[in-house]
């Protein structure tokens, strides 16, 4: 009977080779190698016999499964979790946790010809406009700087100079120092290049005053263009591994080819056995050659990847041709490269791509990484071996929407990937780390800015659905303003036709996503079992007693009174208000009842309603949605929460309405990114901004010019500043068009003054020169006439100018019939 092995007896092949991730928890031995015991071997040339061992690999994730490229499932003997996918019915994408690190390291946004900041709250912390930013480059910085200590040594009495942001790259020693007007850069680099002189601790650092940039600093916006993927092939060399018998370098082969024996994690490919002619000792001797094996790749690390010991070869030859030593240090020089041209994050793919090595290039201005592309793609590179650096520029847009908005237009914009193929359009979705998978992002890259912006436009009509409408006007019922009858029928529709209909309450519209079939039965259904449901809505304005009543109890009695699907409170308003659906005897009642059963609440009968009610509405929350502060609300509440945030008139601010408005805690952008949808967060950072400089005229102003959405900088004095959207040119202290003339001038000429006068200037038979605009007046003589300002010659009568009097002559002649006015009697 065969004794039974303990696993702690069992040596770990993950750890011989310098792989094995469960360190102490691990149920194998450690013991080093050295200390094992060698199996006796009577015969080389023939196959070690082991005792049998435990197969623990079934413990072990299959790294061809993780990649999917597993040919064995069913069969395969390790391990294939279960993951979740990215998206319904989508391959995952493995760049999403990439986008996703890229989204939430910061908030920025280019609003309205600004870069904007914005902190939690959803409220602005810093602006500046895009022409007005200049850039500091300091080279040669120490390995051990941080910004905190940069920033340290910059701000000094003697250079004090508003720094926007600072960004370090230790990679290439250097620094971005942000400013926020155009001149500071300069001022910067002479104030530092006299303190720098004059201290020898930093008299190796170097100073570059760089162009303004039109930055596009944005990070969950739609259209991204500052992504440069970047590749080059690796640096491989053949291996020769010596085996004394066929069968034993045939199986190897095999495993190789299979993708069972693999070398650094990347499957290897191999030639079939040859007789090689062998020594006098082995007089027969069979090779197998493995081919594009890592350079970096040594023969303790091939020889661990062939972990069966009756397989191990014989003698293992490198070839010595294949430069290995600086190998790792090839992505160091590619960052150095690229950081030549701007701010970048560098970031390699951990995904196998054969032959080459990919990476990702996330610059912080577009402009760098076109710059980047044109100067280093398909250029050989000394680190390389004389290889070539291949750049592709990518330009990329995203939308965030619902998962029930996606699962109804999902085979729409599959069909259409299917063409964009063509294109080389990259059509992928994965799902948001949100709380219960609620969002899908939809993702379109290529290189051609053309053809991603097209494809943009078409995803975005597809995922905006389209607006239900009778006779031509939104379809809309004041009873689908509550959670009520009216919204239970809409479900029971949706779910009837297997669509989705999205209420938006705020613009009092539907609009429809599902099959086009199906959209003219939901308009019919809807206006019988919906429109049909003949309601009013009524406001009653609630006072701090009476909402206080409401909050401890009324609102739950009053629900209980007229139904729960009649009242609903609103406490995201400036005045705090209980809507109505019903008549008006109802409303009448409704007033009547909180006059009566306001003042027989005790103050200690506090309630805030059940623990499933909407914080905003009261009413089962439609779509919860957990703040961490641990209030609900409703996923439509809670939109309606951010972008309503500064309808009061005050600073925008996000903060939540939980314990009868008590909580007031500000909710950090990074959540609102996991809990809204991309529409429903840029339109709240959109309205922030707007609400932000409607709130200071006197540092900021739009555009004069309709739908030009640009701002200006205010100023006490005139200066004309040409708008880089619509080029109009507007006058920063008056804020109005006049670039030729000054501010007096223009309301002199907007008053009514400049009517009068040119009604007094008829009269006295005066003209303007039209060529310098000088006021003449004629009392006597011919019709020729020379201008006091410019000298030009003119006909009196037409104001025809010309070079010489001759010519005017002759012109009175021919036209006017002489020089003199001719007395009709």
Known sequence: MAQAVSTSEVPCRYFQQGRCRNGEGCAYSHEPAAGRTELARPNRDEPIIAPPALDFRASITCQFYARGRCTNEGKCPYSHPEEPTDAPGRQADTSAAQDLKQDQESFMRAIGGAVVQFGDGGSVCRLSLIWEASIVRIGGIPPSTTAESLRELLQTPECPIAMDSIQLNTTTACAYVSCEDPESADTLCQQLAVQFALDPAHCDLTLQSLMPRNTSSTTTQRLSCKKVTVSWYRATRLVWLNFGRQQIAQRVCDKFNSGKYTIGDRRIQAVLPKQTGG??????????????????????EIDASIWSTAEKPRHIELDPSAASSDMDLIPTHVESLLTQFGPVDFTLDPRDHGKRVKAIALFVDENDARQAVKALHNQ?????????????????????????VYNCVKNDLEALAMGWQKAQLAFRTYQDPGPENRFVTIKVEGEQAKEVADATKVVGDIVAGKLIETDGVPFWSPALATNGSALQKLKRIQQELGVFVERNKAKRQLRYFGAPASYSRVQKLLAEEVGVDAVSLHTIILDEKQFTWACRGGLARMSAAFGADVVTLDVVSSLK?????????????????????QDCVPDSARTDGSPQDCTICWTPAESPVFLACEHIYCLECLESLCTMAGSSGGEFSISCQGGMGACKKLLPLTELQNLLSSDALETSLETSFASYIRRRPQDFRYCPTPDCGYIYRSSDKARTHTCIKCFEAICTACHERHPTISCAEYKYLASGDQEVFEKYKKMMNMKDCPECKTVMEKTEGCNHMVCGGCKIHLCWICLATFPASELC?????????????????
């Open 380 to 404: 050989q590179q000394e680190f390389l071996g004389r290889g070539k650096l291949f750049l592709q520029h990518m330009n990329s847009s995203k939308f965030k929407i619902s998962a029930k």
């Open 577 to 597: 208000k209980i809507t109505l659906t019903g008549s008006v005897p109802l409303y009448q009642q409704a007033m009547d009842f909180i006059k009566q059963a």
């Open 809 to 825: 002559y002759e012109h009175l002649s021919e036209v006017h019939g002489g020089c003199f006015d001719v007395l009709r009697v």
């Open 279 to 300: 020594t006098p000792r082995n007089p027969v001797a069979w090779t197998v050659l493995l081919q594009d094996v890592s350079a970096g790749a040594g023969k303790d």
